[in-house]
């Protein structure tokens, strides 16, 4: 059954992906300023967006996890955090691309980029530590501490990086200001629906995968005990 | 009411269950030898019982109360594996520091008695880590019986103790005994606890298989109770 | 409460007595401050101009490195003895011992970051006694801050491997605002440049934020670290 709902979500999430792509490809034009580049904006953006949803539900798991101990809940945080950290790498690598096209350079301290990169520091100290601690209960209690305090720090970091002594060069954000033509909101659209769908695929293999993982840890320590 | 009750208490390590449902009744002024094998859950259910770790099933009280607040706490004197003593303070200083935490009246003058019933008055001063083995535990065990607790949960205690620390920790004990206090004592010096305990209980593979007074059978031959209620060894 | 902050207290004197008989990091830390210090020098070879805008980011750098040497040792010192059971298990609630090492770790550190200042303006040439006042408020508030989210990931990491590796990546991403805020405020008051220092009163309020949110984060949960 949960073999069946990954292949339906990944499979649906690659096929709105590949549709997503021939209409940017191919049906949009080339924007007046940036040339062809900009395409890479429709992966770019939903990445990031999709990386906070996931970081999201990785808290509020992380918090449910400290409440009632299930190990189901430490499974989701880490899946998630994992999903969210390789989006996360995606919207940097997607942005650095952008603006060696756009600005002549690899990358730059602005605003959003270092911001980016912080959170993704933050949360790749969560996952380098996890295999640092061999004991279940004890991992996954620690790693829900952690990643509370990496999900606060998040606001302080975007706060951080408007203080005055930090220069901006990224482009003011689009969607708010309703600046995006609106031929664009579906691929924009599907986007985002492509990659939460093949997230949430990737989320429950590595679900799965953690599951079995500590089954198997588990009967070793049965037996060693016997 | 019980000086310790365990509940159906399960500990999970990961999927592993360390202990399944163990439930226990202790009175109060018992002394209780808690027996079992190597990997049974002797040291998880001090732990436990210490509130250094916390059940996932299951619950625990000591003299009425929950273990995780303040003042059951208060009670508990708790000799673990390790000694438990800063080697870079001295032996008084470790006194005066555990007995400010147990919240004493005077931790002074009670660092210098618990100093002078395990007989290191003479290096009061003297920093920890410059005592021998035997001194160091000594130390320990005047920390762990500092407050004169109502409950003393001893992990082992007899194991690596040279002669003079096992004399003065029977005297100890006896003394806690003597006063009313409820004693539970994991070990596999199965002579040296029968000798002081009045109540024996048996933890096999997560689970108390066994809880009664102590017999004169299990006093001349420790082995039995393993044999009638414990698991046939593979 | 008021035995919580009686145990905190004392725990506070024993990590400062430990140390001051031990001076194990004291001595690590100063050290290395200084050596970095030098070790800048020859990093950077720098006008007058340049050098006042980059010295809060020097001064900074140095006061983190020290910091998390510091704080490595706050749990680390009670793994021997298994003296963290003695603590954990005696009445003194979770809060209590994160505070009573809070307060410890940040008076040795503040030790560590006086020292080092006046070598800081000697190898610098950097008047930084002209606003001394303001300068040791955001020392002591960014102080608190690494103090506190260092004891607690120390007593995170203290059972994990490679605990001295593992305490500075966990450490460092989540103290950048922090560190930022104050890199910003001490480079306005070295450069003494008052536009600067207007543009950066809002880095104090994010000091004084990060210090109550992480403080008090830090002693609600650290009971879930402690009893696991």
Known sequence: MREKLIYALGILGTLVMIYNLHTIFLDLPDEAMQGAVYRILFIHVPAVLNAFTFLTVALCTSVAFLSTKKFIYDSISVACIEVATAFMLVNLVTGSIWGRNQWGIWWTWDLRLTSMLICFLLYLGYLLMRPAIAEPTQRATMSAFIGIFAFADVPLVIMAIRLPNVRTQHPGPVLETGGMDPSFNAPFGLGMLALFLIGSALVLVRLHQETSRREIDSIRRELHAV | ?234 | MRSGLIAALAIARKDLRTEIRTKESLTASLSFSLVILVLFSFAFDLGREELYAISGGLLWLVYSFAGALIVNRSFARELPNDCLDVLVSSPAPGWSICLGKTVAAFLLLVTVELITLPFFGLFYNIAWWHSAGTLLLVILLATWGIAVIGVSFSAVTVNVRLRELMLPVLLYPILIPLLVGAIGITTALFSEDPQMLSANGISLQLLIVFDIMYTALSLYMIEFILIV
């Not at chain 2, 625990?60 to 390790?82: D, K, M, N, P, Q």
Request: hydrophobic residues 45%; proline residues 3%; glycine residues 10%.
């Open chain 2, 1 to 234: 009411m019980h000086a310790v009750a365990a509940d159906r208490v399960w500990k999970y390590f990961g999927d592993y269950p360390a202990l399944r449902g163990a439930s226990l009744e202790v009175e109060k002024g018992a002394c209780l030898a808690l027996l079992g094998r190597n990997g049974a859950g002797k040291t998880t259910l001090l732990r436990i019982l210490a509130n250094l770790s916390r059940p996932t099933k299951g619950a625990v009280t000591l003299l009425g109360i929950s273990t995780h607040t303040e003042e059951a706490r208060r009670r508990i004197g708790y000799l673990g594996h390790g000694i438990g003593v800063y080697d870079d303070l001295s032996a008084v200083e470790n006194l005066i520091l555990f007995g400010r935490l147990l919240g004493v009246e005077n931790p002074a003058a009670v660092a210098a008695r618990a100093l002078d019933r395990v007989g290191l008055t003479r290096v009061k001063d003297g920093l920890a880590r410059e005592f021998s083995r035997g001194m160091r535990q000594r130390l320990a065990v005047a920390r762990a019986f500092l407050h004169e607790p109502e409950l003393l949960l001893l992990d082992e205690p007899f194991t690596s103790l040279d002669d003079r620390a096992v004399a003065v920790l029977q005297t100890l004990l006896r003394d806690a005994r003597s006063r009313g206090a409820t004693i539970i004592m994991s070990t596999h010096q199965i002579r040296e606890a029968m000798e002081l305990a009045s109540h024996v209980a048996l933890l096999e593979r997560g689970k108390i298989v066994f809880t009664g007074p102590q017999t004169t059978e299990m006093l001349l031959d420790p082995g039995w109770l393993y044999r009638t209620y414990g698991e046939p060894q593979a």
